[in-house]
């Protein structure tokens, strides 16, 4: 249920941007998802084997997604904008909080923020 925020975050900003204006995505490391019918089909093969009862599983994904690659996968279940731009979430922090501050007092971005 947490995804949903973040999901309909993806449609708002569908709804609030034009169709012509990039989408900046945050692009970082790997992330380790895999999909929930492979989970399903993992749990009932391991629940029928009585030689491996009692034992822990970490059902995963070896090579895993991009931080950007979900970000498409989830902005193309939401109907929303292909990512175009992706920025590493790393360089944010080198932003100084005086520019950040200014960037949030231009009316513009507060009424994004306040639309979101």
């Known amino acids: 249920a947490e995804y949903m925020g973040f999901f309909k975050l993806i449609q708002r900003m569908r709804q609030l941007l034009p169709p012509w204006m990039p989408a900046v995505g945050l692009e970082g ?4 998802i895999v999909p929930v019918d492979f989970v399903v089909d993992a749990l009932d093969v391991i629940s029928h084997k009585t030689s491996i009862a ?7 994904d070896p090579v895993g997604y991009r931080v950007g ?6 902005s193309r279940a939401a109907h929303a904008p292909k990512m175009n731009l992706f920025v590493n979430a790393a360089l944010l922090g080198f932003i100084p ?3 950040k501050k ?3 007092a231009l009316a513009p971005v507060r009424r994004v923020r306040n639309a979101i």
Request: proline share 0%; glycine share 8%; hydrophobic share 50%.
């Open 29 to 32: 490391g790997r992330i380790n």
């Open 54 to 60: 009692k034992k822990c599983f970490h059902l995963v």
């Open 69 to 74: 690659d979900v970000l498409d996968i989830v």
């Open 97 to 99: 909080r005086g520019v």
């Open 102 to 104: 200014s960037l949030m």
